[in-house]
């Protein structure tokens, strides 16, 4: 079986940063898109930043300039740095991927979420 496992998620001050991990672990044999979504109390799933196995990057309009994914192929793991956080910002984080895991099937899994807190 394959899992992503999320950390990093907690309360912060606005302004503040946070940086959000998530490692896949079990059969993978190949790695590819990784990503990034939110999901406030009472709203739908939603794309905050994404990126391809050749480091391209994609981006919701409300945290450019704010966030940062990365990744690192190695430890099959990605990041979300999150700077100049606001109130808004506020949700559940979940980790995304998609892979090839064995024998040679396409998966598409989702972490079990980090919550994020911003508030005074």
């Known amino acids: 079986q394959v899992q992503l496992v999320e950390s990093g998620g907690g309360l912060v001050q606005p302004g503040g940063s946070l940086r959000l991990s998530c490692t896949a672990s079990?059969?993978?044999?190949?790695?590819?898109?990784m990503g990034w979504y939110c999901q406030a109390p009472g709203k739908q799933r939603q794309l905050v930043a994404t990126?391809?196995?050749?480091?391209?990057?994609n981006y919701a309009d409300s945290v450019k300039g704010r966030f940062t994914i990365s990744r690192d192929n190695a430890k099959n793991t990605v990041y979300l740095q999150m700077n100049s956080l606001k109130p808004e910002d506020t949700a559940v984080y979940y980790c995304?991927?998609?892979?090839?895991?064995?024998?040679?099937?396409?998966?598409?899994?989702w972490g079990q979420g980090t919550l994020v807190t911003v508030s005074s």
């Open positions: 995304n991927a998609e892979l090839i895991a064995s024998p040679w099937r396409y998966l598409e899994v």
């Open positions: 079990g059969s993978i044999l190949s790695l590819d898109a």
């Open positions: 990126i391809t196995i050749g480091d391209s990057t």
